[in-house]
């Protein structure tokens, strides 16, 4: 933060299919374990990323300052980072590279980390609450221990007083209030309430945006922490669910002979 109390804010956003597409709009490719996107189907800014960018924007708007948004790419990446741009962000990079494919959680978290580090100066970082595609929830918390900076998570709020942040963030039973220092890390959750829809300036804006794209040399990613050799987690099947059901009547002379099928049935179910 500069003397005059503006904000330096990186973003760390995920295009991802759809979460309202219907059902029926799904594949998935079972020897591969992967979605297969449906044609004409463009991906979206995954929901809680949309609530970091407005928090960011709120930010910006009250103290000044610059939003960065980051990614990693894929074909549909750029038309995902034009609405950052579109709803007010000031610019962008795309973390595109063969060595990045089949990243899990941490090693997205490691590329992040590295492509923050070479943006170099920061007060605040921002993602959402978790992707709505996968829904781990670890990216943040990850990339904070990485860098060694406060993490909030689920926060609902978000607000600088005195140089520090103050946020306000979801719990079972209600919420709590920090104080946290600057830099920090900062995940936002859905209580904070909607995200603003571009406006048609933004919007001609973002059309003639241009995104640098960085590889695993160009932010000093290490190989050992990226890519599917690096996973921690290993996918075994990935399908789609039958809600297909049978029903079968048991039928006896009286209640208690019905009972005791019933029980011999159960039993006989294979767990």
Known sequence: ???????????????????????????????????????????????????????????????????????????????????????????????????????????????LTQAVKKIGTFDLILCGRQAADWDAGIVGSVMAEYLGIPVVIRAKSIDVQDGKLKVERVVANGSEVFEVPIPALVTMSSEMGQARIPAGRGIIIAAKKQFPKWGAADVGAEASKTGSASVRNSLVKLFIPSYQRTCEIVNGKDPAEAAAMLVEKILAIKP
């Open 1 to 111: 933060m500069d003397k005059g109390g503006k904000m330096e804010i990186i973003v760390c956003i995920k295009p991802i299919l759809d979460p309202e597409l219907p059902p029926a709009k799904f594949a998935v490719d079972g020897k591969k374990n992967q979605v297969i996107p449906p044609e004409g189907m463009p991906f979206v800014m995954s929901p809680y990323d949309t609530l970091a960018v407005e928090a960011a924007l709120r930010l910006k708007e009250a103290k000044g300052g610059k939003v960065t948004v980051l990614t990693l790419g894929t074909k549909f990446t750029e038309d995902v980072m034009r609405k950052a741009i579109a709803m007010g962000a000031d610019e962008g990079f795309i973390l595109s590279d063969p060595a990045f494919e089949g990243s899990d959680g941490f090693a997205t978290a490691h590329i």
